[in-house]
């Protein structure tokens, strides 16, 4: 039997494991494949000593393999791929390290936030990320400041996941990011704070050039529900952008804006329907009998979402009589 036909028999891993030493590459890339198929602890450390194959594409099939498998022995092995100077092995062991959640390799982490490689530094903060460590939360506002704005991408991500409010002043300050996806990011990471500050700053963004910042401050505003938000999502409904005026819509009905009724019902003669129903749908959230006329005018509708909202919502409307 030569040595590839025992991948019939997956439960003799080490047999599996000569194949390792082949000098055929795609041999040994597939010993990689039974290893880790095997789905046994004892293939890590196979696994690992695959990640300094000398070929690229053994390399990248184990930095791939190694993401299945938890602990503090697959995380160095990912972290050495981290430093590969192939770019696909590398960006391979970053997406498998961000699967890791054994904090036992936080300590092996941190210090790479400072590496020269920016593909490093964010691939590093996108794991710290999810091993939502406190550690994290001093190296991650640093980062804020890298001249890399992938690496700034992934250190909001740390702040919003650890929902730091000490770190929010540093999250706003992203919020005006000369990267329009950093600051996406950190009008997304603001929702977490019910804070008069994170909400004037995502009402900020309503006025960002780029429609999908616009479109998550909308949508971030609802989250907060801080009351002084509805007058900016109410400006917000003439946006160029049908999405943006959705996530307005969708938060002022959070936010129970019954000042803003009036603007409301203005939208439930939009042309595009989706808009109709949302708009349908917050006067249904926020309930005010003013606004029984306008809807029952659509109870005809020739979108049967948007006549389905209606009814829903003039219900709502009897119940708060």
């Keep these: 039997m030569s040595v590839f036909e025992p991948f019939e028999a997956f439960g003799d891993i080490e047999q599996i494991a000569n194949g390792l030493t082949s000098p055929d590459?795609?041999?040994?890339?597939?010993?990689?494949?039974?290893?880790?198929?095997?789905?046994?602890?004892?293939?890590?450390?196979?696994?690992?000593?695959?990640?300094?194959?000398?070929?690229?594409?053994?390399?990248?099939?184990?930095?791939?393999?190694?993401?299945d498998f938890d602990g503090i022995e697959s995380a160095r092995a990912l972290v050495r791929g981290l430093l590969d100077e192939d770019r696909d092995v590398a960006e391979a062991a970053g997406e498998s390290l961000s699967s890791i959640r054994d904090t036992a390799v936080v300590e092996a982490l941190l210090p790479l936030v400072s590496h020269p490689s920016s593909l490093v530094r964010a691939a590093v903060l996108r794991s710290l990320k999810s091993l939502r460590v406190d550690a994290a939360l001093g190296p991650a506002v640093t980062a804020l400041g890298d001249s890399a704005p992938e690496v700034r991408v992934q250190a909001v991500g740390v702040i919003g996941y650890l929902k730091s409010i000490e770190a929010l002043p540093s999250l706003i300050g992203a919020a005006r990011d000369r990267n329009a996806e950093v600051r996406l990011a950190a009008v997304n990471a603001l929702s977490f704070a019910d804070d008069a500050s994170a909400a004037q700053a995502a009402a900020d963004a309503l006025a960002d050039p780029e429609w999908q910042v616009r479109a998550a401050a909308a949508e971030t505003l609802g989250r907060i529900k801080q009351a002084e938000a509805a007058p900016p999502l109410a400006a917000a409904l003439d946006d160029g952008f049908w999405q943006v005026r959705q996530k307005a819509l969708q938060s002022l009905g959070k936010l129970k804006a019954r000042a803003m009724v009036s603007r409301i019902v203005g939208v439930l003669d939009d042309e595009l329907p989706s808009l109709r129903k949302e708009a349908a749908a917050a006067l249904g959230e926020i309930a005010d009998p003013g606004a029984r006329a306008a809807l029952a005018a659509k109870v005809s509708d020739s979108d049967p979402d948007v006549r389905k909202t209606v009814a829903w919502a003039l219900g709502r409307l009897k119940d708060d009589v």
Excluded: F, M, N, Y
């Design 25 to 67: 590459v795609s041999v040994r890339r597939l010993a990689v494949i039974a290893i880790a198929e095997t789905a046994r602890s004892e293939a890590v450390g196979h696994l690992a000593s695959a990640v300094s194959d000398p070929a690229a594409e053994v390399r990248l099939q184990a930095a791939k393999a190694l993401g």
